[in-house]
């Protein structure tokens, strides 16, 4: 059973910062990939940033590159996106999505089968 839990979603203003979490109860999850997600009202869901559960190696859109950082604690089963100058186009529902580790780490939601409820981020201008 795989269960993944968001928070940290909220609103703020541009420029500023906000750090989402995911716990995940996955059984031996350092063989997973994890990705965050992002799905704007009337858009389709695109991916922002993911990582290999186990390493270092991680991937990120070219629209958060050097904005948002993705990182894990693995004692706490926990990966983090953290958000910094925030710009109103980031606004989305974010989700967190994992799926049993490939070498290369995906990009399409399609290839994540476990997902997140996900969480609301709002930026204002």
């Not at 703020?12 to 990705?35: E, M, P």
């Not at 009337?42 to 948002?68: I, L, P």
């Not at 490939?102 to 997902?115: D, G, K």
Request: hydrophobic share 35%.
């Amino acid at each position: 059973q795989v269960q993944l839990v968001e928070s940290g979603g909220g609103l703020v203003q541009a420029g500023g910062s906000l750090r989402l979490s995911c716990v995940a109860s996955v059984h031996n999850i350092s063989t997973y990939v994890v990705g965050w997600f992002r799905q704007a009202a009337g858009k389709e869901r695109e991916f922002a940033a993911g990582m290999h559960w186990r390493g270092t190696s991680t991937r990120y859109a070219d629209s958060v590159k050097g904005r948002f950082t993705i990182s894990r604690d693995t004692a706490k089963n926990t990966v983090y996106l953290q958000m910094n100058s925030l710009k109103p186009e980031d606004t989305a529902v974010y989700y967190c999505a994992t799926d049993p580790y490939r070498l290369v780490l995906p990009t399409n939601s399609a290839e994540y089968q476990y997902w997140g409820q996900g969480t609301q981020v709002t930026v204002s201008s």
